[in-house]
């Protein structure tokens, strides 16, 4: 019997609200458009054709932050998230909707918080709780151990955006994702790699050799201007590059375990500039691709062949960001993949000395 999941999709999208109670989507969308991103928030657009006054009806009582929205492809769970927009034309109608992440943009932190050699994940889970913990939403956490240890510390006079701190954890070691109603945090295991090849692409695609995310040394620097050096010992380069120093910005650090974690957590010693892949149209999906739509997981492992182009590799990588866009009954997909270690870049980088 073929798995036929990877072909011919039905979606269809159910709108909620606060209390659970579902409001049936009109048929007549003429676009979806849904990503799935890693170590950023996820978002997703609805177009609809409007041709009757019932469905004006129908789409005229969602009201952004108010209602959820639940996008299903074969049945089951393809993505969730809350109305940011409702746009509303003479003959189409827009929704638009972000992620559980996108809650910590429209929340400040409650409580002062202090961590000492704390790893991140946890630290972001007592994140989550004293942003969400007052006005709770239909979202719950996964934690895997990110084996990056930080000391911080957060005041309430400040009145910093909850997103703004995990951003800075972001930049130093931690890992999330949304998928459908849970946030994967820490280190997203991948028992089963994707594979890819040339042939299971049917556009254009790219590698970079990604030289704004190569270092041989890394400071992370804090108030103190904490360093963090990887690998330990003098500050060298390998046989093949000089040496690239890298500044991390993040002045949360607040001792030498967190500032080497912080730079272990960027860098393996020894390694090339790291590749990345992306694809400028679409994957071509068939019955026999090894992995289906719905368990692309960003941070899972990929193995993507690209023997064929100029320059050819067989490498693993993880998935950075899926996106989907479904139009007159047609899926096309397009990935992003990159190094497995957490994405860095020499961009925007500053003098640590004030």
């Known amino acids: 019997m073929v798995d036929n999941l990877n072909c011919e999709p039905n979606y269809e999208v159910i709108y909620y609200d606060r209390f659970g109670r579902a409001y049936d989507s009109p048929k007549n969308i003429s676009s979806i458009d849904w990503n799935r991103r890693l170590d950023n ?17 129908q789409l005229g009582i969602i009201e952004p932050i108010a209602h959820q929205m639940g996008i299903f492809r074969n049945k089951t769970l393809s993505w969730w998230g809350w109305v940011s927009n409702a746009r509303y034309g003479r003959s189409s109608v827009t929704i638009e909707a972000f992620d559980a992440l996108g809650w ?8 002062d918080l ?39 510390e957060e005041y309430i006079s400040a009145n910093r955006i909850t997103w703004n701190a ?25 028992n089963r790699p994707m594979e890819i090849k040339l042939s299971d692409i049917s556009g254009d695609v790219d590698v970079t050799k990604y030289g704004n ?4 040394k890394i400071y992370a620097d804090a108030n103190d201007y904490t360093v963090g050096i990887y690998p330990p010992g003098p500050p060298v380069g390998n046989s093949l590059y000089p040496l690239s120093e890298f500044v991390i910005k993040d002045g949360s650090i607040q001792d030498q375990v967190s500032a080497d974690d912080a730079a272990r957590s960027r860098y393996e010693y020894s390694r090339f500039v790291p590749r990345l892949v992306s694809t400028r149209d679409s994957i071509v999906l068939n019955p026999n691709f090894n992995i289906h739509v719905n368990d692309m997981i960003p941070g899972m492992k990929v193995v993507m062949d690209t ?35 957490p994405e860095g870049g020499l961009d925007g980088a500053e003098d640590p000395v004030a």
Not at 43 to 49: A, D, F
């Open 41 to 57: 928030i996820s978002t997703s657009k609805i177009e609809y054709v409007i041709s009757e006054d019932s469905c004006c009806e």
């Open 114 to 152: 202090t961590w000492v050699s704390t790893d991140l994940t946890d630290i972001f889970i007592e994140l989550w709780h004293d942003a969400m913990d007052p006005s709770p939403v239909a979202a719950e956490t996964v934690a895997y151990p990110s084996g990056v240890l930080q000391s911080r």
């Open 307 to 341: 023997t064929g182009l100029c320059y050819a590799t067989k490498q693993e990588l993880r998935l950075g960001e899926l996106n989907v866009h479904v139009e007159s009954g047609i899926e096309r997909l397009s990935i992003s993949l990159q190094p497995l270690g």
């Open 166 to 190: 995990v951003q800075e954890m972001l930049d130093t070691g931690l890992d999330l994702t949304v998928f459908g109603q849970k946030i994967l945090v820490g280190i997203i295991p991948s």
């Open 104 to 111: 910590l943009k429209r929340r400040i932190i409650h409580n």
């Open 213 to 216: 995310g190569y270092a041989n």
